[in-house]
């Protein structure tokens, strides 16, 4: 990757990770522990919690394994965008989008010993999760779709040569 490029990847992760951590700052300055605030009654509301675990509250007993694992999972995901030649179209914004989402949940660990949550979509019965859990979610799935769709140039399809006239006609 050139240094344009990471200095790209590197400042959208920073952009990412702070709308996260400003959402969570207002999440818990106007959102009161355990209530409900209605933003669609009985479909969306604002409910301020505090995950000290994974995704669906996986870990939730191993708080300093799973700050191990958020972290070394980071620096993979970095090293891996910092080595990358050249990304497909999307991807580096998609990488961005879970570094940043990954570094403002690993901030909350670091910081705080839980993650901030407050989205809830209560229609149907939906884990809480925040701003950071919805950048990973997009990015992962962009990545998925362009390495599922991605065709790589020595296979892409190539037209066929024309064809020499025989001597019959």
Known sequence: MNTHSKWILLGLTAGFTLLDQASKWLAQTYLVPKESLPVIPDVFHLTLAYNTGAAFSLLRNQ??????LTA???????????????????ELLATAL??????????DRLLLGHVIDYFDVVA????????????????????????LTHQPAEESIKPMPAQEPSGNE
């Open 63 to 68: 708080p300093q394994l799973l700050t191990g």
């Open 72 to 90: 070394l999972l980071f620096l993979i995901l970095l090293v891996y965008g910092f080595s990358r030649r050249q990304f497909l179209k999307g």
């Open 98 to 107: 879970v570094l940043g989402g990954a570094l403002g949940n690993l901030l």
């Open 124 to 147: 149907i019965h939906y884990p809480i999760f925040n701003v950071a859990d919805s950048f990973i979610f997009c990015g992962v799935i962009v990545l998925a779709w362009r390495q």
